[in-house]
């Protein structure tokens, strides 16, 4: 059926049910948020609650075909919503409301989807290939989202593009390595999220022996290292971009911020991500001094 007019109280209480989301399980980006114009904020809180709802799809079903159910459901109610047909459902009702406002392509929204959908599809024991195989996941799961939000900002810019490409990679491919322990604890054998390439350069095995991490081995932490130099590069590439990025785009970019933060983190625990100290705090910070950096290159303009 055609969505009815949706009562100024419901559209509130999607975009509050939305940014409590992303402040329970993302709540680095909640932070980062926290510096956009609210205009700017309340589309932003709608896309990464989305992102929350399809990253958390396998994780919090029983088994792997809820999740990829739950993912599919998401899918057919992007058609419904662009199709301006009610889904009662809170993230949905706020996206609806930010894709009339902005005109926000399905296309982004879709491609998020579905590369969740073939993230989770893959054989157990298929891994991706290379790094470049986890850039392109990055940028279809994360740069998305900064794609949409300088549209909702008004932000029509080549150099502004290029940058949020770089930023979503470089965050992206830290935040799937520092999610493995997580990961390991779900799968029977494979080491998840590690390429192929890399994982034979440094005489890591892609299927764990008897079905167990060896989490010592320093293999494991080399491989990290390397995945993570690769995504300080995008850092470094978007920051020289720097210069020409229009200053409406700044705010959106700071999860450049957190990404770098999450790198130095690792660094400092010499790329062991099961080192428990990883998870303390935000990206492995207090969460003051995190927000003290978000400031401070807010305050100046960077990001």
């Known amino acids: ?26 709540y680095h980006h909640y932070l980062c948020l926290l510096h956009l114009p609210p205009p700017m904020r309340k589309a932003a809180f709608a896309f990464r609650a989305f992102n929350v709802e399809i990253a958390r799809a396998m994780d919090s079903a029983s088994e792997p075909r809820v999740g990829l159910m739950r993912l599919f459901w998401w899918q057919e109610a992007l058609d419904k919503i662009f199709a301006k047909k009610l889904v009662e459902q809170p ?22 989807v579905e590369a969740r959908i073939n993230d989770a599809s893959r054989d157990e024991n298929c891994m991706p290939g290379s790094i470049g195989d986890l850039e392109r996941y990055a940028e279809d799961t994360v740069s998305t989202i900064l794609y949409m939000t300088l549209q909702a900002g008004g932000v029509q810019s080549a150099a502004a593009d290029h940058a949020a490409s770089h930023v979503g990679k470089a965050g992206g491919l830290l935040l799937l390595m520092k ?16 390429p192929v390439d890399v994982a034979e350069k440094h ?13 010592q081995n320093e293999a494991l932490s080399d491989a990290v290292f390397e995945v993570a130099s690769a995504a300080v590069m995008h850092l470094r590439k978007a920051r020289e971009l720097g210069s020409t990025v ?25 790329f062991d991500v099961f080192d428990s100290r990883l998870g303390r705090g935000v990206l492995g910070i207090s969460p003051l001094w995190f927000q003290l950096k978000l400031k401070w290159h807010a ?4 990001y």
């Open 1 to 26: 059926m055609n969505a009815a007019p949706t009562s100024s109280s419901s559209i509130r209480a999607a975009f509050s049910y939305c940014a409590q989301q992303v402040h329970r399980y993302d």
């Open 91 to 112: 993230v949905a009702t706020a996206l609806s409301t930010v894709i009339s406002e902005h005109k926000i392509g399905k296309h982004w929204l879709k491609r998020m």
């Open 179 to 194: 999610s493995l322990p997580h990961h390991a604890g779900r799968t029977t054998g494979r080491i998840p999220y590690i």
């Open 203 to 215: 005489g890591l095995p892609v299927i764990a022996r008897e079905g167990r991490w060896e989490v």
């Open 246 to 270: 229009p200053k409406a785009a700044i705010p959106i970019l700071l999860p450049a911020v957190a990404a770098q933060v999450l790198f130095d983190s690792m660094e400092r625990r010499n």
């Open 299 to 302: 305050w100046r303009n960077k």
